[in-house]
């Protein structure tokens, strides 16, 4: 059986979906996973422009309209991943019934090793659907105070729903006076963090592209894939050393030679 995470916020724009695709990259690039990310921003979708699907004809509003399999609603994405995108149609989005994504993960959960649900900002119903349909929640904050508040509200409501929750990742991070620090939102929050990911300008653009990317496939060797990379190795418990961990090992023991070098010369 897969792991099934939802990714949750409360408050909106933290960057929910950047780390949905960018997680979802990395886990299959980096560690050969099968990896499903669903769209359960049925309201607002986002992912699947940001994966690269062009309207794709059967989406989740189908699935849980219960006018088409789950598996139907399946497209492939870069690397690999498979992806569920969400309808655009406002009109379905009205009558779609969100309950119905507790079912159709379930039925789909055998199929992958994980699945990656994106959820919308906030508590409403739907996001309570989707909270529920994993196994695990993953929480995504800013390092400000507002952010942090509204992450805790849902910490709250996960537990009313007898959700667990995995850890948070703290995004847009930028060493500024007044940003909450990782290990006080760990404390706050009372839970584990899986890494930072800076508030960064190779993110900012993969947004601004005309055919919009996640950074893992923009900006593949810079710092911010890296820190996806990181994330992901800490959530499957996998150790896979970074390029900026080999760079930093690299050094030490450059300059670990130079110091035993400079001991035997003063030892004659
Ligand atoms: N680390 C980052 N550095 C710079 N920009 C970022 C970063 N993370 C996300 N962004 C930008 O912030 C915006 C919102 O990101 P995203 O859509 O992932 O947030 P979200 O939480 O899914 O939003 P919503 O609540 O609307 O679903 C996007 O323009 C994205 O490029
Ligand atoms: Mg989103």
């Known amino acids: 059986m897969g792991e099934v995470y939802t990714i949750v916020s409360g408050k909106g724009g933290v960057g929910k979906t950047t780390v949905t695709a960018n997680l ?15 769209d359960a921003d049925v309201a607002m979708a986002n992912l699947s422009l940001l994966m690269g699907l062009k309207s794709p004809p059967i989406t989740l509003h189908d699935v849980l309209l219960g006018s088409s399999p789950a598996m139907d609603a399946v497209y492939d994405g870069p690397k690999n991943t498979k992806i569920i995108p969400s309808g655009l149609s406002l009109s379905t989005y009205q009558r779609v019934d969100a309950d119905r994504l507790v079912s159709v993960v379930k ?9 990656l649900i994106d959820a919308a900002a ?15 929640l993953i929480l995504v904050t800013e390092p400000t105070a507002p952010s942090v508040a509204d992450v805790f509200k849902t910490k709250m409501v996960a537990q009313r729903i007898n959700q ?3 850890g948070v ?9 007044g940003e909450i620090s990782e290990k006080e939102i760990m404390k706050m929050l009372e839970m584990p963090s899986f890494g930072k990911v800076p508030y960064a300008e190779d993110i900012r653009t993969s947004f601004l592209l005309k055919k919009i990317k996640p950074v893992m496939l923009h900006n593949p060797s810079g710092f911010s894939a890296e820190s996806f990379r990181k994330i992901a190795r800490r959530i499957t418990g996998k150790e896979v050393e970074t390029t900026q961990e080999k760079e930093k090992k690299g050094l030490f023991s450059f300059l670990g030679k130079i110091f035993k070098k400079k001991k035997k010369i003063k030892k004659k």
């Open 169 to 177: 990742i703290v995004n847009k991070t930028s060493n500024q006076k």
């Open 164 to 166: 667990r929750v995995l």
């Open 122 to 136: 906030g508590i409403e119903k739907n996001v309570l659907a989707a909270m529920s349909a994993s196994t695990q």
């Open 24 to 38: 979802g990259i990395a886990l299959t690039e980096s560690f050969g996973y099968s990896v499903l990310m669903i």
């Open 107 to 115: 039925e789909l959960q055998s199929k992958f090793d994980y699945i």
